[in-house]
């Protein structure tokens, strides 16, 4: 009966740690977005809606809410996040990861109006909007990646 005992004990306590380290990937997976996995495989890919009704005067109409939520854990030496719109003037206005960071990127011709940047990212949280000059919406493909 003793020896029963134990073993149930030690079951539960394996459960108990099992139940608390999945809590914890849900936890992480919930704050950090798909950060943990893009950053383990190196690319990324969203797909969505351009647009919005916000003029950000200077970068197109954007949603109210970013896009997308890109954070980066530690620094990282070649980032790019590369836009693809079918339609439209798109735009790629990435916010942080300080308070007044600030790039707005505009598609043009010689980029096929394609927006783009790449180089070094600090680490940090980026809000990321794809928005459109025209103040029209099209469905949008967002790559981000770490390959050159």
């Not at 809410?65 to 996040?81: G, K």
Request: glycine content about 10%.
């Amino acid at each position: 009966m003793i020896k029963m005992l134990k073993s149930l004990k030690y079951n539960l306590l394996v459960v108990s740690l099992f139940t608390l380290v999945w809590l914890v990937v849900e936890a992480s997976n919930f704050y950090f977005g798909s950060t943990l996995r893009a950053q383990m495989i190196g690319i990324e890919r969203v797909e969505g809606t351009s647009g919005g009704e916000v003029d950000s005067k200077d970068c197109g109409y954007i949603a109210h809410n970013p896009n997308h939520i890109l954070n980066l854990m530690q620094r990282t030496d070649y980032l790019r996040v590369s836009l693809q719109a079918n339609g439209g003037e798109p735009t790629l206005l990435i916010l942080g990861p300080g308070a007044k960071d600030r790039f707005c990127i505009l598609g043009d011709r010689s980029s096929g109006l394609n927006p783009e940047l790449a180089g070094v990212w600090e680490s940090g949280k980026y809000l990321i909007y794809i928005g459109d000059r025209t103040g029209s919406q099209h469905s949008f493909i967002l790559n981000i990646s770490t390959k050159k």
